[in-house]
């Protein structure tokens, strides 16, 4: 009898509850299970802006955004890297599986990595745009967030732990660490997540 | 979408009023430029000033100001002699380029009304209007409407429409501004013009004139039969062109398929928003003329003119052609905001280029923005604010050293078909880093861990990069995975050359 209310009502939108996502964006898998269960969108999280810190660069992050890429790149949807701190290599990406022909590369100054960012992730062909701002206000953070809601793509922001700037307008707030070969990942947010969590991923 | 909407307005008013004019005659507007050779050179009309070519006779008058005709200095005459008449007289020698861009631009402004389109050099352009009467509301309202437009222009000019073209032109040429429909009343409207408008040879007027014939009434009036007999068939023929008795072929300029306009601005100015302001005008007008010819463009060049400095020259292309003047000027803004200016800017040149006729009924596909149209509209804003280089693709090359196994491409290049090596980190630094310390497998290791390796890459004898490496896989305390290589030939040294991300 509870259960069949609480249906009915759901059914109708009557009740919001907090662990459901509202139907904006849904996700694209991480390709880690362990991860997919503890987000509440099921994977990364789409037209949102996620923030991830790491402590020093190189840790895993970009193996453990590598398995979505492919996914995206698959369906001929761009993946754009903004102002890395390391050259993307290209035959690691290939291997990798990605199409080359899709990834694009931007170079730009710390000022430029904001505004790009927002212009690439309003347009919609953009599967995922990554940047690593070396500082981003709370204001860019939200616009970010816009422009990802526009566009529908994935943006991540990545951050590097001792930097003082934070993306709190982001749907998805995760931090990074080394756990003896695999990678502990502390979920600090998550839109339409209930409280902190920790997962272990094998990489 | 305001040329739909005439098009509603005049078929109602076709259906009232009727047309009055007979379906199968023609109307040639012609529009004569009087002073274009002082108007091309910018003198303005309070100046004494004469634009002279060479005869000859000597440096002579060709088209003399209002003030300077009102002292009595006119076309013909000698420049000593009108010199002689005002001493302080501004003598300028004629650019018949400057012309030609002129009367060009009025081929422009033409093209909007109808595609038959000719340029009659010196000073006159007709063109044929018949067939766009539906869409400009009839006949009186075309006229007042070319009318209204060439006042727009700051031009002096005349403009005249008949069913011939001989006759529009003669009448624009001798300054009558006439609207006539009917070729009945052809002969009655030029019979008081000069016989000089016929454009006759110089010796046959020569001989009209000793005869007593000054104008066209008079022409008339003489047997038709001792006039070609006594005065060659020229004559015959251009009055019979006139009337519209006999064909008067004219020939048609193709539609220009590129655009070349330039401003002054008032004041050398360094701002952005100054100059951006001139080009706004340069890109309407650019716009106006492709949307006149249903045609997008790809190519927009803006020369930044300075004085006594080469022109900096910027190119506003877009990926995809295009007609949109708001998104050309964003575009332009980028490029000035980037750029150093090298010296202030006194005027703009602005030409475009890579037109492409577009299908009407795709004409939706430009204004609103789809995904390609999208991506490709953010990447020439990137490139305009960032620079193209700065914009690249990851590509692969077949080579084993891995620094050259891959490049930067521009954007959306197809990729070549390259097998790619396993463990390769998806990190590389610019330069390997040298390390310094020694690394100790297993037990004691002093910085890091190997954990696979070694992988010998010894190539590129063929070139100056000869090297020989050994490369691992390691892990360092931090818990990151590095891609380090023992460079065998400069004393087992260790470097840092990737990181697996």
């Known amino acids: 009898m509870k259960s069949d209310l609480r249906g009915r009502l759901s059914k109708h939108h009557l009740v919001w509850q907090g662990n459901t996502v509202d139907g904006k964006g849904n996700g694209v898998s991480t390709g880690f299970a362990e991860l997919d269960q503890a987000l509440p969108t099921r994977g990364w999280p789409e037209a949102a802006l996620t923030e991830i810190a790491v402590p020093y660069w190189g840790l895993g992050e970009l193996r453990l955004l590598l398995p979505a890429m492919v996914h995206l790149n698959r369906q001929k949807r761009r993946i754009v890297w903004i102002a890395p701190p390391y050259l993307p290599y290209a035959p690691a990406l290939a291997r990798a599986g990605l199409d080359l022909q899709y990834v694009m590369v931007v170079d730009t100054q710390s000022g430029n990595v904001s505004w790009a960012m927002e212009r690439l992730s309003s347009t919609r062909s953009c599967g995922m745009v990554l940047a690593w701002p070396t500082r981003l206000s709370e204001v860019e953070a939200r616009r970010l967030q816009l422009a990802a809601e526009i566009g529908g793509g994935i943006g991540v922001v990545l951050r590097a732990e001792d930097t003082r700037w934070r993306a709190p307008s982001a749907a998805l707030r995760l931090k990074i660490e080394s756990l003896d070969g695999e990678i502990a990942i502390n979920i600090l947010k998550a839109r339409g997540g209930s409280h902190r969590t920790r997962v272990a991923v094998p990489l | ?501």
């Open chain 2, 1 to 501: 979408m305001q040329h739909a909407a005439q098009h509603a307005v005049s078929l109602d008013r076709g259906t009232a009023s009727g047309v009055a004019r007979a379906p199968s005659s023609l109307l040639w507007a012609a529009v004569d430029l009087p002073s274009l050779a002082l108007e091309a050179l910018h003198i303005g009309v309070n100046e004494y000033a004469v634009v002279t070519e060479p005869s000859r006779r000597g440096e002579i008058v060709h088209q003399a100001s209002e003030n300077a005709r009102s002292v009595g200095i006119k076309p013909g005459m000698n420049v000593n002699a009108a010199l002689a008449i005002w001493a302080s007289l501004q003598v300028c020698p004629r650019d018949p380029d400057a012309e030609h861009r002129h009367l060009h631009e009025f081929h422009h402004w033409a093209g909007r009304f109808t595609p038959t389109v000719s340029t009659e050099p010196p000073t006159t352009l007709l063109f044929e209007v018949a067939a766009s009467l539906k869409l400009f509301d009839g006949i009186e309202a075309l006229y007042d409407r070319l009318r209204r437009e060439l006042d727009q222009t700051g031009h002096r000019c005349y403009l005249a429409l008949t069913p011939t073209p001989g006759a529009s032109s003669m009448l624009a040429a001798a300054g009558r501004e006439t609207l006539i429909t009917d070729r009945a009343d052809l002969r009655m409207s030029m019979q008081a013009l000069p016989i000089h408008s016929l454009g006759l040879a110089g010796e046959t007027l020569r001989r009209l004139r000793a005869a007593g014939v000054s104008s066209l009434e008079e022409l008339w009036r003489l047997p038709r039969h001792d006039l070609a007999r006594r005065f060659g068939p020229d004559v015959v023929r251009k009055l019979d062109q006139a009337l519209g008795m006999r064909p008067d072929p004219r020939r048609i300029d193709a539609i220009p398929d590129c655009f070349e306009r330039h401003c002054e601005l008032e004041a050398e100015t360094v701002e952005a928003c100054f100059i951006l302001q001139a080009a706004r005008f340069l890109l309407k007008q650019f716009s106006d003329f492709l949307t006149a010819r249903s045609a997008v463009a790809s190519d927009v060049r803006v020369w930044l003119k300075h004085a006594g400095k080469p022109a900096t020259r910027i190119d506003v292309g877009t990926r995809l052609p295009m007609r949109d003047a708001a998104q050309w000027e964003r575009l332009l803004r980028e490029h000035i905001q980037r750029r150093e200016l090298r010296a202030p800017v006194r005027g703009i040149r602005l030409s475009g280029s890579g037109l492409r006729s577009v299908n009407p009924a795709s004409g939706d596909l430009f204004e609103t923005p789809d995904a390609v149209g999208d991506w490709a509209r953010a990447l020439d804003e990137l490139e305009a604010r960032l620079g193209k280089k700065n914009l690249w693709t990851p590509s692969v090359l077949a080579d084993h050293r891995p620094e050259h196994a891959w490049k930067r491409s521009p954007p959306a290049v197809d990729q070549a078909d390259v097998s790619c090596p396993p463990h390769r980190p998806l990190w590389l630094l610019d330069e390997p880093r040298r390390l310094n310390c020694q690394a100790d497998d297993g037990s004691g290791s002093v910085s890091f861990n190997i954990i696979d390796g070694p992988e010998r890459i010894e190539s590129g004898w063929w070139d100056d990069n000869e090297y020989c490496r050994d490369y691992y896989t390691a892990v360092c305390p931090q818990g990151r995975r590095l891609w380090v290589f023992q460079d065998l030939k400069k004393r087992s040294e260790w470097y840092l050359h990737g990181l697996f991300g």
